[in-house]
C-alpha cells in the first residue's frame, strides 16, 4: 500500500511563491511514476506536473513555466516549486502515483504524461488527501 501525504499549502497573492512537499511510503509493484493533480470548484481535474524514475518531467500547459516538480528519492519526498501564482491557480494540489503503463493505454494514446496521470489516478494509482493552494489577486 501506498501513502501519500502533502504539506505546504496556504494563502498568498498574485505573483508569489510556494514550494509543496509530498512524503510518501509504501510500495508498489512495477514501475511508478509521480506528480501532481489539482481541483478546483466548477473546474475539471487538471494534472499539473509529473516526473518518472529518469527524471523526465511533464507540465500542464497552463503551468509551464512557472511550476517545476522535482524528488527527492533519498527522503521519499516529492516537490512541487509553484511561482508566479495567480488567482486561477487557486485549488487543492494533490500529489499521486501512478503506474508507468497508463502512458500507454489506448485511451491514453493521445495523453501526455500529466494528463494520463490526472485522468487514471482513481481507477489505477494512490493520491494523497491534499493541500489548499488559495491566490489572492
Known amino acids: 500500500q501506498v501513502r501519500l501525504v502533502e504539506s505546504g499549502g496556504g494563502s498568498v497573492q498574485s505573483g508569489g511563491s510556494l514550494t509543496l512537499s509530498c512524503a510518501y511510503s509504501?510500495?508498489?509493484?512495477?514501475?511508478?511514476?509521480k506528480g501532481w493533480f489539482r481541483e478546483a470548484p466548477g473546474k475539471a481535474r487538471e494534472g499539473v506536473a509529473s516526473i518518472d524514475s529518469d527524471g523526465n518531467t511533464d507540465y500542464s500547459d497552463s503551468v509551464k513555466g512557472r511550476f517545476t516538480v522535482s524528488q527527492d528519492n533519498a527522503k521519499n519526498t516529492l516537490y512541487l516549486q509553484m511561482n508566479n501564482l495567480q488567482p486561477e491557480d487557486t485549488a487543492i494540489y494533490h500529489c499521486?502515483?501512478?503506474?508507468?503503463?497508463?502512458?500507454?493505454?489506448?485511451?491514453?494514446?493521445?495523453?501526455?504524461?500529466?494528463?494520463?496521470?490526472?485522468?487514471?489516478?482513481?481507477?489505477?494509482?494512490?493520491w494523497g488527501q491534499g493541500t489548499q493552494v488559495t491566490v489572492s489577486s
Open positions: 509504501g510500495y508498489a509493484i512495477g514501475p511508478y511514476y
Open positions: 499521486a502515483s501512478v503506474p508507468t503503463y497508463l502512458r500507454d493505454l489506448p485511451d491514453s494514446k493521445n495523453m501526455t504524461p500529466v494528463q494520463a496521470l490526472a485522468a487514471h489516478v482513481n481507477g489505477y494509482g494512490y
